[in-house]
């Protein structure tokens, strides 16, 4: 199905939320991706449409793949955009996992906004991850922001202040800001020094985060445990190579000390709060 096909399926939805992620500049780690991967899984996701490649991507950048799917026969998967749909709790929840395109942006946000709309979303969640100063051995940094101050005020975020060069996760937050859709991004730091796919400790981050904006829990499966796992490989390169620990040692010293002051008591009772929050205990 393109894009040009009626959005039927996203119709009738109930207290649709919009998560979405985009493969490449937007998506180190692959850790976004993961994310919308993972709930697409958990919730068994029913595919609706796809965007049309032809429109958006360069085959000489982001070329198809061929798969064997007997000896004798093959198919070929090409990069695109895919939209679906799974029920999580009190949301459906519309699903958008794609490559950022090569070409055309504003129309390939006009299309997906248009989609967004036929949904009748309440907000949008942009998840999007980056190469960081981070230390593998502590909580995975996660960024919250949004431009409209209310939606900061009511949801503790902060409010957007980057100015720079964008990828299409900062093109689509503007295009749906801009006819009054709640946007929020959220941004993981992934350690620069393990910067190979996956990152499944960032993808629990960024997961998390949204458990807190769904105000109720996700299914996780084995995100924690994957997360652990990962952790444990780290330490082992970093065990292995001098200068990878002293380097981590450092960043460990640096992270610990920058965020000490906002250890306080109310600060940890704020997050235990939260926690509850999302598992329903209050």
């Known amino acids: 199905m393109t894009a040009e096909s009626p959005h039927a399926s996203l119709r009738d939805l109930k207290n649709p939320v919009v998560v979405a992620a985009f493969g490449g500049w937007n998506d180190a780690g692959s850790a976004a991706t993961y994310g919308i991967e993972h709930l697409s899984d958990a919730y068994d996701a029913q595919f609706v449409f796809g965007l049309d490649p032809d429109e958006f991507y360069d085959f000489q950048v982001n070329r198809p793949e061929v798969s064997r799917t007997s000896p004798t026969e093959r198919e070929i998967s090409w990069p695109t955009t895919d939209i679906s749909v799974a029920r999580c709790g009190n949301h459906d929840l519309?699903?958008?996992?794609?490559?950022?395109?090569?070409?055309?942006?504003?129309?390939?946000?006009?299309?997906?906004?248009?989609?967004?709309?036929?949904?009748?979303?309440?907000?949008?969640?942009?998840?999007?991850?980056?190469?960081?100063?981070?230390?593998?051995?502590?909580?995975?940094?996660?960024?919250?922001?949004?431009?409209?101050?209310?939606?900061?005020?009511?949801?503790?975020?902060?409010?957007?202040?980057?100015?720079?060069?964008?990828?299409i996760v900062g093109v689509l937050a503007e295009e749906c800001a801009t006819i009054g859709l709640a946007v929020v991004s959220l941004w993981a730091a992934v350690p620069h020094y393990v910067s190979h796919s996956p990152c499944p400790k960032a993808t629990l981050a960024l997961l998390s985060r949204v458990e807190d904006l769904l105000n109720e829990p996700l299914d996780l499966s084995d995100l924690p445990e994957l997360s652990q796992a990962w952790e444990r490989g780290v330490n082992e390169l970093a065990a292995d190579d001098d200068e990878v620990g002293e380097y981590v040692s450092a960043l460990e010293e640096q992270q610990d000390a920058a965020e000490l002051p906002e250890a306080t008591g109310d600060a940890i009772a704020a997050e235990f709060q939260r926690y509850l929050r999302r598992r329903g205990s209050t």
């Open 94 to 167: 519309v699903l958008i996992k794609g490559l950022e395109p090569n070409m055309r942006w504003r129309s390939f946000c006009h299309l997906l906004v248009s989609a967004i709309r036929s949904s009748g979303a309440e907000m949008v969640i942009l998840l999007g991850s980056l190469l960081a100063d981070a230390p593998h051995t502590r909580p995975v940094p996660v960024s919250g922001s949004t431009s409209d101050l209310c939606l900061a005020e009511q949801l503790g975020l902060e409010l957007s202040t980057y100015e720079g060069p964008t990828g």
